[in-house]
């Protein structure tokens, strides 16, 4: 069956600080690759998504991700994270020509100002 | 264009009490998904409806759950005498279609249920 996995439950970096968010997933077809992000007390909001084509995906807010394929993994990556960054983030993994999106359990990261 | 609209945005209820969840999707969205997630989980898939069908409710519990998505209104997702583990936020979706390469779901603000 398929499964998402984000290994890092919480993180906590300073302002600046760069930051990597780990995502692999187990399926071997077609996927399409999500990463949400969750503000606290609101609801999910997309931050970048792969369907198809170039592998280094750059979405809202200078996040970006990077799908590698051999590896089943798709990190989301920011340079220099700031205090608004605080939230909950969450990859997802959709086989490609369904309707069922498999979410890992979330990373909370919180940044300090 | 509104997005995926659910109310209410929280809902209280004891135990015992039924929760009814509203969701519309978007405008032109004849597909909707609930999620449920439980504290400190990822959101888990419940069900897919399109309009007056029941397409996927693999992971709805058996008992006390039930969706329902009529020709006209909103989606329902109404949980009979909840209980303490029921306390969760519960997300809707929408998508334009499914079945292409590229299923795009729109998510809801979500509503948190607590059972008290």
């Known amino acids: 069956a398929q499964s998402v996995s984000q290994h890092n439950h919480h993180v906590i970096l300073s302002e600046a600080a760069s930051l990597e968010l780990g995502c692999n997933y187990s399926y071997g077809g077609t996927v399409n690759l999500f990463w949400y992000v969750q503000y606290p007390g609101q609801h999910l909001q997309l931050l970048l998504k792969y369907f198809s084509g170039d592998p280094l995906v750059k979405g809202i807010k200078g996040f970006e991700a990077e799908f590698i394929k051999s590896k089943f993994s798709f990190n989301l990556r920011k340079p220099s994270v700031q205090w608004s960054d605080t939230a909950e983030y969450f990859c997802a993994v959709n086989d490609a020509g369904t309707y069922k999106y498999i979410f890992g359990t979330g990373t909370r990261l919180k940044v300090l100002a | 264009n509104a997005g995926v609209m659910q109310n209410p945005r929280h809902l209280v209820r004891r135990r015992g009490q039924e929760a009814r969840l509203r969701c519309s999707p978007m405008k032109g969205h004849s597909h909707v998904y609930w999620y449920r997630q439980l504290p400190e989980e990822g959101l888990k898939f419940m069900v897919y409806l399109q309009k007056e069908n029941i397409i996927d409710e693999s992971g709805m519990p058996k008992e006390r759950f039930s969706a329902e998505f009529p020709k006209e209104g909103p989606s329902i997702l109404r949980i009979q005498q909840v209980v303490r583990g029921d306390s969760a936020a519960y997300f809707c979706?929408?998508?334009?279609?499914?079945?292409?390469?590229?299923?795009?779901?729109?998510f809801g603000p979500g509503t948190r249920l607590t059972v008290l």
């Open positions: 979706a929408s998508s334009p279609s499914t079945g292409n390469l590229r299923n795009e779901q729109f």
